[in-house]
C-alpha cells in the first residue's frame, strides 16, 4: 500500500519549521514523522510519503527548498512548488492553498501509479485531500487535531476566524471516508457535536511516542540552572504554547501561593520559542507578560525558569531530568483535546497533574501515571503537585505505571491500527456475507481479551465455520469497541451491541448505523435527568465521564457493591423505572427496563432470522447476566468474575475450564456436543 500525508506548513526531518520567534506546529510534524516513519517499516507498505509546500528562506535552512529529501528506503518527503516561494505562517497558508492543490494534483497524475491513500492532518489538508479525491479518485482519511468547537466556547467573544475554521472541520467530516480522533473525549464527544459527523466513520487511534534509552540530563541542567539556585531540587515541569486556553499563569499563582512547593521545587515552564516578551502575536506576548508578572508577584525568582529557546534534545533531557529529581509532569489547560506530552512524560517515567477537561482523562486513566484536577481551582492544582512530589509511594507507583504502561502507546502500534482502517477502505469489493446458521453473542473484555492464542483460535474458528455469525456484545461505546477488536485482531461482527446493551449498530451501505428500531423499543418511560436529580449526592456513586452518558444510559463509579441496592431503593421511592446493573467491581450502569444485552441479543438475532436455541453467549461479569441467565447456550468462562459465579449451578451455562476466547470456544464446541447428543437421543424417541 502506498500512502500519503499531507502536512501544509513544511516539513523537515528533526527540528520543526520555525519562523521569526515563534515554532510551527512542532507537535503536528513529530506525529507525521512518527506514523510515517513507523508504516514505512511495515512489510505491507509500499511506500509511505510525506506531501508539503515548497519554500525558500535563507533563514531555514536549504532543505525546505529541495523537491525531494529521503528519510528511507520506504520513507520520501516531497515538497510540492506552488508558485509562491516564500514561507508563510500557518494563518496565510489558506491564500496559497488553491495553488497548493492544483500542483499536487498536477504532480500525482503525472505518476505511472497513484497512492492508494492520503492521511489528512487538520482541515486545512483534508480540504486540499478533497480537492485531489474529485480529481484523481484518491481517498482521504481525516485525522482531526485541535478542534474549533471548544476553542469556541472558550472566547470570550464571538469569532469569524473560528466560525470558519469549525465550518471548514465541518467539511473534513462529511467528505473523509474515515475519521481519526486521539481519545475518548475526541471521538465520543468533540467530532459528534460536529452536523456532519456519523458515529461510523469514527475511529479512535491513540498516537505513539518515541522513545530511547539512555537520556543525558546535561543539556536540561545547561538550560535551566542559570535560573535557579538549587538546581537540584524536584522539577515541577510545564510544556505548553503560549496562548491563554493551555492556563501557564494560573500554574506559576498555584506554584506561588503553595509553601510546599516554593519551599522544595522548582518550576520549569517552557512557552514556545521568543526572541523577546514582545515575541509573536498580541495573545502570546500577553501570556508572556503575564507569567513574567505572576513570577514577580509571587517573588519566585531563583524558583522559576522560563528559557526562550530549546531544543528537541533539550525537551528530552528536560523530561529525564525532572523524573530524576522526583519532580512531576503539569498540564493545567482549560481544554485539552488529546495530551500527547502526558504520554512522553510517561515514557521518560514521569508522575503527571493534568487537566481533567478532555483527553487527559483517557490518558491518565489509561497508564494510572498521575492525578486529574480542575484546571480551574488553582489551590486544586497546587495541591495535587503537592501530592505527588511528598508521598514517596505514591510517586513511585505512578513513575513505575507510567514505564511499564506506556510501552503499548508507540508508533508501531499506531501504524498497524492505521493500515487496518486503511485496507477497508481501498478493498476493492466488500466480503461476501454468508447468512449464518447459528450465533454467538459475546462480551468483549477479558471473555475475548485477554490471550493472543486464544484470539487465534476463535479465529480460526470463525474463518472455518461460515455458517457461524458472531456478535460483540459489550458495555464499551461502538468506538472504544471498535479500537478494541481491531487491536487485538478479533473478526468484525455481524452487529455491535454496545454501551451495556442499550445500543446496537449494524451495518447499512458501508457504514456502522445505530439501529433505530431498538431505540424506539427500549426508550418507553426513561428519564435520564429525574435519575440524575435523584442520586444526586449519593455517598460513593461519582459519574462517569461525560462521553460514558448514553441516550439511553447513566453510568457511575460506586465504591462498593452494596451501592447497587441503594440505588435501586432511591429510584423505587422516586418511582423512576431503570434497571440497575452492577459489574466489575465499580461499575453501575442504569438504563431503561427494557433494555439490557439479554434483549439487545434477542433483537439481533431476530433480525438476523437466527432462531434463540441457535444463539450461543459468552460473558464474564455483572453486565453479561441478563444475557447469560436468558440464553439457552450461555457460556462462563474460567476467569469469570465472583459477581456471576452463582450463574455456573444453572442448566444452561456451561462453566469453561479455559479462560477468554479458549474458554469461549470452549463452550461453543461443549454446546454443540451437548445439542448432537439432545438430537439423537430425540430422534430414537417413538412418536
Known sequence: MHIVSVALGGCLKGE????????????????????MEALARRDDVEMAEIVTRRFDDPRLGTAHAQPEEWLGAKLVIRRIDSGDRRYLAKEALSADRDAFAEALIAELAQRERLPDLIHAHFADAADVARRVEDALGIPFVYTAHSLGMDKRRALASPSAAIDARIEEEDRAI???????GSSRDECERQLTAYPSSRIGKIHRLVPGVSRRGGYDDTPARELVSPFLRDPSKPIVLAIARPVHKKNLVRLIDSFGTNAVLRERCNLVVLAGLRDDLSSGEAEQQQVLQGLVDAIDRHDLYGRVAYPKAHTREQVGALYE?????????????????????LVEAAAHGLPVVATKIGGPQDIIGELEHGLLVDPQDETAIGGAIERL??????????ARNARTNSL???WDAYAAGFLAIARDIVAATPARCIAPASLLVSDLDNTLTGCD?????????????RDF????????????????????????PLAWITAVGTEIYVERDGELALDQGFAERIRHQWHPGAIERALAGLPGLVPQPDYDQRAYKRSYYAECPGLAKRVEERLRQCDIPARVVFSHDRLLD???????KAAAMRHVAAMLGIPLDRVFAAGDSGNDADMLTACRNAILVGNHAEEVAALASRPNVYLARRSHASGTLEGILAHHRAQRVRGRQAGRVPA
Not at 520543526?16 to 506514523?35: A, K, N, S, W
Not at 529529581?325 to 498540564?331: A, H, I, K, P
Not at 492464542?453 to 474463518?463: A, D, E, L, P, S
Open 590 to 596: 442504569i438504563m431503561p427496563r427494557q433494555a439490557g
Open 321 to 341: 531530568l525532572a523524573a530524576r529529581t522526583g519532580g512531576v509532569f503539569v498540564n493545567p489547560a482549560l481544554m485539552e483535546p488529546y495530551g500527547l506530552t
Open 16 to 35: 520543526p519549521v520555525r519562523y521569526g520567534v515563534t515554532e510551527d506546529t512542532g507537535g503536528h510534524i513529530t506525529y507525521i514523522l512518527g506514523e
Open 469 to 492: 455469525g458472531f456478535v460483540i456484545a459489550t458495555g464499551r461505546s461502538i468506538v472504544e469497541a471498535r479500537r478494541l477488536v481491531r487491536d487485538w485482531k478479533l473478526p468484525l
Open 453 to 465: 492464542h486464544g484470539v487465534t483460535r476463535i479465529g480460526q474458528f470463525f474463518r472455518r465455520q
Open 389 to 398: 512530589v511528598t508521598d514517596t509511594a505514591l510517586w513511585k507507583r505512578c
Open 408 to 410: 503499548g502507546v508507540n
Open 174 to 180: 462529511a467528505h473523509a471516508r474515515a475519521v481519526i
